[in-house]
């Protein structure tokens, strides 16, 4: 984040065609970039905060949780992906103008084991490998649950989510863990459980939570499930169904509407002979198929138009999906799906040191739309937005609905690939944007959007007519300067800085966070 004194917003007010003039070049200095790489060495608990610059609106009611690694080095053995690290898990406490730190490492099974010894026992999903060579490593094929993706309420259970395994069940006031959770029995010892759930809003009444597990093999199966998120019967799970499809599913995220799950099954192939040796991460067994599509897979969920029908397999434009923003059915049927899209798997090989990575030799994130024609099984491209972006998502009242405005973070450069620095609100209708940015020596995490509290009594929905940008965007940021972390509050309409809070911490780029209303 800039030292100087200006910290205006620059809204750009340009429209995405005409945003191809002017490169501003690159303005970042890689030490600040790395600097974020660190372990926390410390646990806070409600801890009091005041905003270093402007104030912490007062309408803000709630709690923003925030998962990422915070553990990348042991004993002097580093991770070799930050994705490797440890989980865990911030939470800023808002209340009348007041806000309160705490946080705290999900105490999983592997972190203690490793806290007790001083040391790297296991293998990472990302590359990370004990030390001794592939020869400490090979058949050494347990995985380490590292609850580091997600955090999200469930019930008066808060949730840590790591994709490959089960959920750990934490408290949503001290972030102490209560160990792993089966939800109730609803899910098998180490059954996979996915780190993206979405947030129905109320397609079909109550608000719901949607989400899904992979088991991953020569045939693939997608387990859909949706929960109940209000009332008594919050937590309860309300429907339950398992699709197999052919061929090795990576399935990281998904996107909802009323009738459908949507699915993007990239076009990888997975090779496990390199994690097995020892020589390799699980991941990193995974290649794209040159010249192959991928596949979108579109599941009737329950409750919908189409529920007890099969699943719909229709071809998908080349390149590689991590995240959607979002997707909704439009008047026509046709199914609208917006993805950010690289143009081939980006990893990091065995070799590779993460911090001195080219970033000029990785592809970069563009968010893309997918119209899917169910009639002729046939989708339409469109490149929305060419700048180097990750982490979108709309006003979670138009999850699955179309919805006009997305936030996401961005690169300060409108073209190549670089850290995400700025955040930009983008108008899917007219292409307009508005960017914030932290450059040149704040590097940003991902976006929340949270509406403005004049909702309904689940706190689900914003009342009738309420602008869609009307709220907030927070957010964490990596201040170079400080070497430390910074809460950014912006005005989500305006993109205009509400407050910037200085943090007793010092947090590692993190991955994904949620927002729980008061
Ligand atoms: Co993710």
Redesign the pocket.
Known sequence: MTAAPSRAPSPEGSSAADARSAPAGVAYDRSDWSSAFRNVGVELSAVPLVAARGTIPSELAGTLYRNGPGRLERGGHWVHHPFDGDGMITALRFEAGSLQLSNRFVRTEGWLAEEAADKVLYRGVFGTQKPGGPIANAFDLRLKNIAN??VVRLGDQLLALWEASSPHALDPDTLETKGITLLDGVLKPDEAFS??PRLDPGHHGEPRLVTFGVKAGPTSTVRLMEFATTGDQAGQLLADDSYSFKGFAFL??FAITPNWAVFLQNAVAFNPLGFVLGQKGAAQCLSSKPGQQGQFWLVPRASGAFTGQKPRLIKAPEGFV??HLNAFEDASGEVVVDSIFYADFPSIGPDVNFRTIDFDSLPEGQLKRCRIDLTTASVSLELLEPRCCEFAMVNPAHQGLAARYGWMAVAEREHGNDPLQAIEKFDLLSGERRVWSASPRGFVNEPVMVPYPQASADGAAPAAGQAEDLGWVLLLVWNGARCASDLVILDAATMAEQAVVELPLALPYG??GTWSPA
Do not use: E, G, R, Y
């Open positions: 993706t997600q780190a993206h990281h995220d991590f995240h991955l994904h």
